[in-house]
C-alpha cells in the first residue's frame, strides 16, 4: 500500500487496520476494534458500518457491554452477522473474562476489606444474566484459599443452602469466609431473602467454628456489604 494514501481515502474496512498498525491497538475506538475482529462487511456495509450497528443494539447494556449479554440468536438477526462471525463475538467476551481471572490469580490474595472483595468478583459477575451464589475461603491471615460457586439460579434467585456451603469451607480448611451474590437487575440492594440467609449462615457456620465475615452483592459497577450495613 503506497504511503502517500491518505486514511480517509483507504476503504473503510481497511482504515481501522491501518491506524492499529500506526498508533496500537489502544487508540482504536470500540467499533474500530469490533470491526477488525469481524474482519468482512456485507454486501451494502463495511466491517466498520456494522460494528457500529452491533454496539447500537443497546440491549441489555449500552455499548461494549452488551456484547456479554447478547446471546448468538440476538447476534445473528443482525443482518451480515453469520453463525462464524457471531462465535467470534461471543468469545471477545469470554476472553476478556479469563484473562481478568488468570491475572487476579498469578499473585495470592489478601481480600480484607469489603471494596477488594467486591473488585474481585465484579468483573466476572455484574454482567451475569442469572444470580450466582459464591463462597470465598480464607485462612488466618485472611488469604484466599478457595473459590468456589455454590449454585446458578434463575433471574432473580440463586439457590443456596448452609449445608453446600459448609461442605465446602471444611474441604478447603476455612477459618473464615465471605459469602458473595449479584443481582442481575444490576441493583445490588439486599432483599429480604439476603438478609434471612445471611443470618442462617452465620449461625450455622458459628456452631462449627468458622466466622462469617460479610456477605457482598454485586450490582452493576456497585456492590454492598450487609457487614457494613450491621446485617452481621
Given at each position: 500500500?503506497?504511503?502517500?494514501?491518505?486514511?480517509?481515502?483507504?476503504?473503510?474496512?481497511?482504515?481501522?487496520?491501518?491506524?492499529?498498525?500506526?498508533?496500537?491497538?489502544?487508540?482504536?475506538?470500540?467499533?474500530?476494534?469490533?470491526?477488525?475482529?469481524?474482519?468482512?462487511?456485507?454486501?451494502?456495509?463495511?466491517?466498520?458500518?456494522?460494528?457500529?450497528?452491533?454496539?447500537?443494539?443497546?440491549?441489555?447494556?449500552e455499548g461494549i457491554l452488551g456484547l456479554l449479554h447478547l446471546s448468538l440468536a440476538e447476534l445473528m438477526?443482525?443482518?451480515?452477522?453469520?453463525?462464524?462471525?457471531?462465535?467470534?463475538?461471543?468469545?471477545?467476551?469470554?476472553?476478556?473474562?479469563?484473562?481478568?481471572?488468570?491475572?487476579?490469580?498469578?499473585?495470592?490474595?489478601?481480600?480484607?476489606?469489603?471494596d477488594l472483595v467486591a473488585k474481585y468478583c465484579q468483573e466476572d459477575m455484574r454482567h451475569l444474566e442469572r444470580e450466582e451464589f459464591r463462597v470465598l475461603m480464607f485462612n488466618t491471615k485472611q488469604m484466599l484459599t478457595g473459590d468456589v460457586t455454590i449454585s446458578r439460579g434463575t433471574v432473580n434467585a440463586s439457590l443456596a443452602t448452609p449445608r453446600e456451603v459448609l461442605i465446602e469451607a471444611l474441604r478447603f480448611q476455612a477459618v473464615s469466609l465471605i459469602l458473595v451474590h449479584n443481582h442481575p437487575s444490576g441493583d445490588p440492594e439486599p432483599s429480604r431473602e439476603d438478609i434471612l440467609l445471611t443470618r442462617r449462615m452465620r449461625e450455622a457456620s458459628e456452631l462449627i467454628g468458622i466466622r462469617l465475615q460479610d456477605h457482598i452483592i454485586i450490582g452493576d459497577s456497585t456492590y454492598i456489604s450487609l457487614k457494613e450495613r450491621g446485617f452481621l
Open positions: 500500500m503506497s504511503s502517500h494514501v491518505k486514511m480517509k481515502e483507504l476503504p473503510r474496512d481497511v482504515q481501522p487496520y491501518e491506524r492499529c498498525l500506526k498508533e496500537g491497538p489502544a487508540c482504536l475506538s470500540d467499533a474500530q476494534l469490533l470491526s477488525i475482529i469481524i474482519r468482512t462487511g456485507s454486501r451494502n456495509e463495511s466491517s466498520l458500518e456494522l460494528a457500529q450497528k452491533i454496539l447500537a443494539l443497546n440491549y441489555p447494556k438477526t443482525i443482518k451480515g452477522i453469520g453463525q462464524v462471525k457471531g462465535i467470534q463475538l461471543l468469545c471477545i467476551g469470554e476472553l476478556s473474562r479469563r484473562i481478568w481471572n488468570r491475572k487476579i490469580a498469578e499473585e495470592p490474595l489478601r481480600l480484607d476489606a469489603p
